[in-house]
């Protein structure tokens, strides 16, 4: 396997309407070949067990959505110890661009749920930043590992301390707050009614709270009841 091998996988896999397709998903990002994302994962798993792995993660050109896309599966992907994951993961999150690659790099990152305590220490650098894809990536990493009565009280401190006021990093804050709502209810109730989101992030919590079928009526009438108004 070599570079050249990747590539040609990549553009033999493409399909023009899945490509039309997912430029629509994302906004802003016009380098979409259009290969599907099991695919990527199959593509992955096979650089993953290969020796250009590291190589790849570092050395590989990435010009298309989807070759950014497959660095971070491979990371999650790769054999290795945490400290070196993390090393991945920092050379890797500066490139994150959309809420696509960062969320699915996410979710591929199975391996940090054995080093939860490790891992929640390490995501205080990108929670810390002022940088949306650095807040969204610690963010959406929360949501994926760190949905427990351990974590919740300083998941919501760092909420109130977001400094990215961008789009996906504030959107992703709600995501996970309407989770929390769900299992913990009454805490996330009473963090809401007292927190610092901004007007927008709040309220986008409280629709998406609302928007579930998990939530009951009645406590979607209350709910209702808390919009902030202007």
């Known amino acids: 396997m070599d570079f050249e091998y990747i590539k040609n996988e990549l553009i033999k896999n493409s399909e023009y309407e899945y490509k039309i397709f ?17 695919f990527l994962r199959k593509l992955a ?19 298309y959505f989807e070759e950014t ?18 090393l991945y993961c920092d050379f890797f999150v500066p490139k994150i661009n959309c809420w ?3 969320d699915s790099f996410c979710n591929t ?17 990108y929670i810390n930043s002022d940088k949306e894809y650095y807040d969204r990536f610690a963010i959406v990493m929360y949501m994926t590992y760190f949905i427990d009565e351990q974590y919740i009280d300083k998941i ?13 990093a504030q959107m992703s804050i709600s995501w996970v707050l309407s ?3 769900i299992k913990f209810p009454d805490k996330t109730l009473n963090y809401l009614m007292n927190c610092n989101l901004l007007d927008f992030t709040y309220n986008k919590t409280l629709q998406k709270i609302i928007e579930s079928r998990q939530v009951s009526n009645e406590d979607k009438n209350f709910i209702r009841t808390l919009k902030r108004k202007g």
Do not use: H, Q
């Open 156 to 168: 919501f401190k760092y909420f109130d301390n977001v400094k990215s006021k961008e789009y996906y």
């Open 69 to 86: 896309m497959l660095k971070g599966l491979v990371i999650g992907y790769i054999d290795c110890d945490i400290n070196k994951r993390f």
């Open 109 to 125: 990152l199975k391996s940090v749920k054995e080093y939860k305590e490790l891992t929640f220490k390490y995501l205080d650098k």
């Open 45 to 63: 798993k096979k650089i993953a067990k290969n020796d250009i792995a590291e190589n790849f993660i570092y050395n590989y050109d990435d010009i």
């Open 22 to 38: 997912s430029s629509k998903l994302i906004p802003n990002i016009d380098n979409v070949l259009g290969v599907r994302l099991p």
């Open 179 to 181: 989770i929390f709502y």
């Open 100 to 102: 696509s690659i960062c």
